[in-house]
């Protein structure tokens, strides 16, 4: 079934540790999105990709680093965790035509660094 | 740089009552609109778009390019209506930017 997957769900984790977390699609998407969500809060958008090998920067700055080297897989990736990075991480994809496409999101992956 | 703006947090109506949630947004080109939703316990999922301009669950919004707004309507608010809502807008191709949401809560 095509579906969009964020894995590990929920992570727990200690300061200077590297985490990647890991976002797959199986619906031949070409745009992909990390957003990252406080409980409650807005979506803030932290990197996007328009394809294989192009990835940008959102709108938040972020010291995660994010790369597309295949269609379906867009994993993002913190080299050394800290307190400040605990949140939920979103991932989602869309088609890149026609306009209105719908983003599909994953479940998200609740990071907590101690 | 785009923006969106949702200016109520939490919006409480009564079971049957008439729902507006605001939305309004910044940008400088053709703005794509749309309206998502997050029940509890889900994942966040479209509603409705405004390039469609259709009605789903009930619920409309129409763009207003002049007072650039997208307000989400709904005349008869129901009980599984609850949930938050966030207007987006996709700007320049690419991006995807988020409101900062609003909490519907609907009382019996």
């Known amino acids: 079934e095509a579906d969009i997957y964020q894995t590990p769900r929920y992570l727990v984790i200690g300061t200077g540790k590297k985490i990647t977390l890991e976002c797959s699609q199986t619906?031949?998407?070409?745009?992909m999105y990390w957003y990252q969500q406080d409980p409650g809060m807005e979506l803030h958008l932290i990197h996007y990709s328009y394809g294989v090998n192009s990835t940008e920067k959102g709108d938040l700055s972020s010291e995660s680093t994010v790369s597309r080297i295949r269609t379906e897989h867009f994993p993002l990736t913190l080299e050394s965790a800290r307190p400040s990075h605990t949140s939920q991480y979103l991932c989602a994809s869309s088609e890149a035509r026609p306009l209105g496409t719908e983003a599909f999101f994953g479940q998200g992956t609740r990071l907590t660094v101690v | 740089a785009q923006r969106v703006t949702q200016p109520e947090k939490l919006l409480s109506v009564f079971k049957g009552a008439p729902v507006e949630l605001k939305c309004n947004y910044s940008y400088s080109g053709s703005p794509e609109l749309f309206w998502y939703v997050q029940y509890s316990r889900q994942r966040l999922q479209l509603l409705l778009r405004h390039i469609s301009r259709e009605s789903i669950k009930g619920f409309t919004a129409d763009l207003n390019k002049g007072e650039t707004s997208f307000h989400l309507k709904k005349p008869f608010a129901q009980e599984e209506d609850s949930a938050m809502y966030y207007c987006a807008l996709g700007g320049g191709g690419n991006k995807l930017t988020f409101g900062t949401g609003t909490q519907l809560k609907v009382e019996l």
């Open positions: 619906m031949g998407h070409d745009k």
